[in-house]
């Protein structure tokens, strides 16, 4: 029975993608495919003021009022530096108790061996681990962070997977940033070596800082290393981001490839994400659809959690912004990707 609603889930989600690319601006006929819980608005690419923070109970309504309107959607959890905090483990589990396929994204900030079996047991699909480099220099230039915290996780995470027979999923997230290109392809060989599933790049939130490399790009974008997690739009779009860095989000559309030239951004039909705060939102670079979302507003529930099909009826200004949008984000969060494409199944 949850096979079958795991089929028409994805069925409803490959519907709305397709919706999103073609511009779609009515929240009755566009609703998004992955909920994405971000624990640290630290790590938001832009500024949203304050508002109060949710609870943890919150957090579960929130994700019982998505799993109701949307069914068991794919959810990412973003705890770049909070992962190996209670919270970020009981939204793991609520989210696989509720059927939802989870991924959590982090610095690797607290993954030891043991909190690595305790993601395993709590029903985690993927782990995707930030690495800037190999040497500590670099990585915390890149990333903001302890080397020894980022490769730890991944290899806490390797082992705790083989010690429970799991299908955990190890991803390796290299941020497209200077000076990540100078130690890429040791990153790479480390990350094969420590047993991970793939290495994905992350080109920045902003057109800012990124590496121009157009060599390196070429030597690794030949298709046939499906342990390079490659999205050949963003590829396609790389050395334009490269030659043209404004500061603003991914780079303007008159530069990016054609084929993202042509259509309008479908971020609003593949992602809404809550925030710790309480803000609801597809895009954060424009306005959010909800704020404050635990205080109590009209998108709380009668529980007095976020109800989230409630406040997206009210999404029509925010995905008129984002069809209006003139700029081609490249970011993996905001680029249109599926959850799990490999082994993770
Ligand atoms: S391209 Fe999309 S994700 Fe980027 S700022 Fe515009 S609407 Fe937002």
Do not use: N, Y
């Not at 997690?229 to 559309?253: E, I, N, S, T, Y």
Request: charged share 25%.
């Amino acid at each position: 029975m949850r096979t079958l609603e795991h089929r028409v889930a994805a069925a409803r989600a490959a519907w709305r993608r397709l919706a999103a690319r073609r511009g779609g601006r009515s929240p009755a006929r566009l609703a998004p495919a992955r909920l994405v819980l971000r624990l640290d608005e630290g790590d938001l690419p832009g500024s949203l003021g304050p508002g109060s923070p949710l609870s943890p109970v919150a957090w579960q309504r929130a994700l019982v009022s998505a799993v109701d309107w949307l069914g068991p959607v794919p959810v990412t959890v973003l705890a770049q530096r909070s992962a190996g905090g209670p919270l970020a483990g009981e939204v793991v589990r609520f989210a696989h108790r509720l059927e939802c396929p989870t991924e959590l994204s982090t610095d690797g900030t607290g993954i030891d061996a043991r909190r690595a079996l305790d993601l395993v047991d709590r029903g985690l699909r993927r782990l995707q681990v930030l690495v800037g480099g190999v040497s500590a220099e670099v990585h915390r230039a890149v990333v903001g962070a302890e080397l020894e915290a980022a490769t730890g996780a991944v290899q806490a995470a390797v082992a705790a997977r083989a010690e429970r027979g799991a299908r955990l999923d190890v991803e390796v997230l290299v941020p497209w940033r200077a000076p990540a290109h100078t130690e890429l392809r040791a990153v790479l060989g480390w990350a094969r070596q420590a047993g991970a599933d793939g290495l994905r790049l992350a080109p920045p939130w902003r057109g800012e800082g990124v590496p121009l490399d157009p060599e390196l790009l070429d030597s690794l974008d030949d298709g046939a290393d499906p342990f390079l997690r490659l999205d050949p739009a963003v590829m396609a779009a790389l050395p334009a981001l490269g030659a043209h860095q404004d500061g603003g989000p991914g780079l303007a559309k008159a530069h990016a490839p054609a084929a993202r030239r042509r259509v309008p951004c479908p971020v609003g039909g593949q992602r809404l994400e809550l925030t710790a705060h309480g803000r609801l939102l597809s895009c954060p670079f424009h306005p959010p659809i909800a704020q404050d979302l635990g205080a109590g507003d009209p998108g709380a529930g009668d529980a007095g959690g976020p109800d989230l099909a409630r406040a997206w009826r009210e999404a029509g200004p925010h995905l008129a912004a984002i069809r209006a949008c003139d700029r081609a984000c490249l970011a993996p969060e905001l680029a249109p990707r599926s959850l799990f494409p490999t082994s993770a199944g």
